[in-house]
């Protein structure tokens, strides 16, 4: 006889692990109106991605939907999350309205599973990135107890889905201290558009419905009545097969890696790539064991749509720090490029007779000079290159970023010019940028 075990807590679990309906019935009802809608099958293989986060030995973290009001986003969580549960007032998707300590709880609630997370708009701004990397890194913080003893903290490994009118940077920057979002924390938290490209907002396709309303209001509602069977029933087949399942869930998270991530692409990139090449293989295994009815193939080229969303979104391949320097210098630039630069050269003014009209230029970063192609080239101080162009940043890193891609002139090996200026009675070192720092290209970069 199996033995029983009553788990005992301080206070009743808040949880939506509820069920209602069968297998088929979610299937038909849900499920089989997600094919052909890439951020619905990404979201419903994110659900069945959670219990392979472990065995794969895969990390923690998460996707973003982010776009305008009423376009489907809360659709594709609440899809996603009716794999695992529902019902009650608010079903199976909770909010982002907590702080970081609240959220600790919920996400140890959810191990394993899929946490969804509506409205980022919610939450304070200047907890927003302190929480995604906490969801991320599995681990609540270190409390001492009653004795001054160092409590266990919380730990878990989850796979969320979150959705918002802004993203993760934008959030962060509206706390008035300039902060930005951080390249792990972007990494950890996948920003998608949850435009599809089709003019139907999230979705793509809305099998016979007369238009996007209409199928997002069929989608809530099944969804609100036909939930929390699917995921468990896939965990059966995880149980009776767990090395099988593990092997070949990696070997499909490799093959999407190899095939789909971009020759050269940094690291950042990879990860990101090997976090829906794990949805993608969740999606095609709960495809082989019938618990989803979709064609072989979909959940992977659903997956590959969103992840070249993303890499479009973000610009490059290139790692993130990167394209923050470039943008942080470019902006300077173009914030103070008449009033903090001197002009020397061609582009001092003159009087009628020919005569340099004296300018001064108050609190100079450096100058500016046209080049022999008449575009404009600034020369930066080192001091201000330091503490004001790259303020919050690494000054020498933005610098071999500018050089790797031509935009920093360099000599002799050193990042740093050295030339007679104007007001100097010996040659000052200074910062080269080409003209090219304001062109198109430079957003390429």
């Not at 794969?56 to 996603?80: M, P, Q």
Request: aromatic share 8%; net charge neutral.
């Amino acid at each position: 006889m199996a033995e029983r075990i009553i788990l005992q807590t301080a206070a009743p679990l808040d949880h939506a692990y509820r069920q209602s309906g069968t297998l088929t019935s979610w299937s038909d009802n849900v499920a089989r109106y997600a094919a052909g809608n890439s951020r619905l099958v990404l979201a419903i293989s994110a659900a069945f991605a959670g219990p392979l986060l472990h065995p794969t030995g895969s990390e923690s973290g998460g996707f973003h939907f982010r776009g305008a009001s009423s376009s489907g986003k809360t659709t594709a969580l609440i899809v996603g999350g009716s794999a695992w549960g529902g019902g009650g007032v608010r079903g199976y998707v909770r909010t982002w309205r907590a702080t970081a300590n609240g959220l600790e709880s919920v996400a140890a609630l959810h191990c394993d599973t899929l946490l969804c997370l509506d409205e980022m708009g919610q939450v304070d701004g200047r907890e927003v990135g302190q929480i995604a990397y906490m969801l991320s890194n599995g681990q609540g913080k270190t409390r001492a107890g009653r004795g001054g003893e160092g409590r266990t903290p919380a730990e878990w490994r989850v796979m969320f889905l979150s959705s918002g009118e802004i993203g993760l940077s934008d959030k962060m920057s509206e706390d008035g201290r300039g902060q930005r979002a951080a390249a792990g924390q972007q990494v950890r938290v996948v920003d998608i558009l949850a435009d599809a490209g089709a003019g139907l907002g999230l979705f793509e396709t809305l099998h016979g419905f007369p238009d996007a309303d209409a199928f997002a209001r069929h989608l809530k509602a099944a969804a609100n009545e036909h939930y929390g069977v699917a995921a468990p029933d896939f965990v059966k087949f995880i149980v009776n097969d767990y090395n099988g399942c593990a092997e070949a869930a990696l070997s499909h998270q490799r093959e999407f890696v190899a095939e789909h991530c971009p020759a050269g692409a940094d690291g950042q990139v990879s990860r990101v790539a090997a976090r829906f090449g794990l949805v993608a293989a969740a999606g095609e295994m709960a495809t082989a064991f019938g618990v989803v009815p979709w064609q072989p193939g979909e959940a992977t080229a659903s997956a590959l749509r969103c992840y070249r969303a993303w890499l479009d979104v973000r610009g490059g391949i290139e790692p993130t720090e990167e394209k923050h320097g470039i943008a942080a210098v470019r902006r300077f630039i173009e914030l103070h490029g008449s009033s903090r630069f001197e002009a020397m050269g061609a582009l001092v003014r003159t009087d009628n007779a020919g005569a340099p009209i004296e300018a001064r230029v108050p609190n100079r970063a450096g100058f500016r000079r046209q080049d022999g192609n008449g575009g404009i080239e600034y020369l930066i101080l080192p001091e201000v290159w330091r503490t004001e162009v790259c303020a919050g940043l690494d000054a020498v890193a933005v610098a071999k970023t500018l050089n790797k891609h031509g935009l920093l002139i360099s000599k002799d090996g050193k990042l740093q010019d050295q030339a007679r200026l104007p007001g100097f009675s010996k040659p000052v070192r200074h910062y080269h940028l080409t003209a090219g720092i304001l062109s198109d290209g430079a957003d390429d970069a």
